[in-house]
């Protein structure tokens, strides 16, 4: 499945129904008063994460969401219904940009978040509302407001505990193969992997992390060498970098690769480059040189990073990196849960939205059960 991590959506929130004029006209009830009824509300538009998609690429072929309209007023006291919600489902990690100020909106950082992003119109007031002791024929019905649209930006940002990083061919995929379920494409030609893979690695019965597989940098990729540092946004939340350095005879100096991939680092953001990490030296398999290995080992003590040796083809050294891992990870704090998170502007909407739907419902189930007290005496005065 192709990965898309960016996409630009339209929404449109149902406009509110117009209110009624009218008036009661029954035999035996002289100047029966009038009686039309409210607009529906028009439905809004929510965005909720899901944690079983894991791209945009949805939105490629579907950019635009309308929630359904509120339904006109009618005669005889009859409200119009509410139009129904639309619900845009996205996967974790997706942030949300109104388009054209890039102003962060919401930053979904688990599960079941949601965000309203349109609100509905307000149906109109019939005229019933507006009789009055001095006015009790009122000609006079509001429209419905229309519903907000928006244009936004959606952009993802994958949420793994450990980012892999290194050049190409290093043997990247063939370790998150080989302590996930994931299953990303290897072969021995650069470039392999196109786009970012999760996996889930279990350390022990009640604790895994996510390890994030994102295609090789090479040097100059800031410049756009290679398929360039765009990727990289991905691992940005990562708690820990796992550096996965070649140390077969590959004819290149392990330590140079390594200084060229921190650099690379440290230009596409130098909060990346302080961030924690783990230099793991991989196919020791094929180690003919001890001496490689022993400079690097140096070279990482020297830097105070902890420095790893393992074959991910043959399993050598795969259980104590993985104890290594969660021990590290246990010791890094976890980003902060979203209600925390500083986010800019509309931060008191998002808690509001959650109010306003679960508002709507209860003024639904109020009418409704408002409706049902009426029938119920209609009934009861009925022969
Ligand atoms: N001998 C040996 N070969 C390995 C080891 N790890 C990976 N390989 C081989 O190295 C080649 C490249 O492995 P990949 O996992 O595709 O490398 P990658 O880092 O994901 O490469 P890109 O996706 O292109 O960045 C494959 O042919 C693997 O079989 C190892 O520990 N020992
Ligand atoms: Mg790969």
Redesign the pocket.
């Known amino acids: 499945m192709v990965f898309l991590d960016e996409a630009h959506i339209y929404v449109k929130a149902g406009d509110g129904g117009n209110g009624c004029v009218a008036f009661r006209r029954e035999k035996y009830v002289p100047r029966g008063g009038p009686s039309g009824g409210d607009g529906g509300a028009g439905g809004d538009v929510i965005i909720e994460s899901s944690p079983h998609l894991n791209t945009l690429l949805q939105f490629r072929y579907n950019p635009e969401f309308r929630a359904g309209r509120g339904h006109h007023g009618q005669g005889g006291n009859r409200h119009g219904a509410d139009g129904d919600d639309c619900v845009i489902t996205v996967p974790v990690g997706t942030i949300i940009y109104e388009e054209e100020t890039s102003e962060q909106l919401f930053d979904f950082t688990q599960a079941g978040q949601r965000y309203l992003v349109g609100r509905g119109g307000r149906g109109g007031r019939g005229n019933a509302r507006f009789a009055t002791s001095t006015n009790r024929a009122p000609r006079k019905a509001e429209p419905g407001q229309p519903g907000q649209e928006r244009r936004l930006r959606l952009e993802l940002k994958l949420l793994a505990d450990v980012g892999l990083v ?1 050049f ?8 998150v193969s080989r302590v996930s379920a994931a299953h ?10 196109l786009e970012p893979c999760l996996g889930v690695v279990r350390a022990n019965e009640d604790e895994s992390f996510v390890m994030a ?1 994102i ?2 940098l090479i040097e100059g990729a800031h410049q756009g060498h290679g398929l360039g540092t765009r990727f990289l946004r991905h691992i940005e939340r990562t708690r820990l970098l796992l550096h ?1 350095v070649d140390i ?1 005879a590959t004819g290149r100096d392990p330590v140079r690769d390594f200084e060229v991939i921190l650099r690379e680092l440290d230009s596409f953001s130098p909060a990346l480059r302080e961030k924690p990490m783990t230099v793991v030296a ?5 180690l003919d040189l001890p001496a490689r290995l022993e400079q690097l080992r140096a070279f990482c003590a020297a830097q105070q990073l902890p420095c790893l040796a ?5 399993g050598a050294g795969l259980a104590p990196l993985i104890q290594h891992l969660a021990a590290r990870l246990r010791l890094l704090p976890r980003a902060a849960p979203a209600g925390e998170q500083s986010v800019s502007g509309d931060k008191g909407l998002a808690k509001h939205s959650h109010s306003r739907s679960d508002c709507i419902t209860r003024a639904r189930r109020v009418r409704a059960s408002a409706l049902t007290q009426k029938a119920q005496k209609t009934r009861g005065f009925s022969p």
């Not at 190409?168 to 370790?175: A, E, I, V, Y």
């Not at 990303?184 to 992997?193: G, L, Q, S, V």
């Open positions: 290194g190409p061919n290093t043997g990247k995929s063939t370790l990303p494409k290897i072969a021995d030609y650069p470039f392999t992997t597989d295609p090789g996965l077969s991989n196919k020791i398999d094929l393992i074959s991910a083809l043959t």
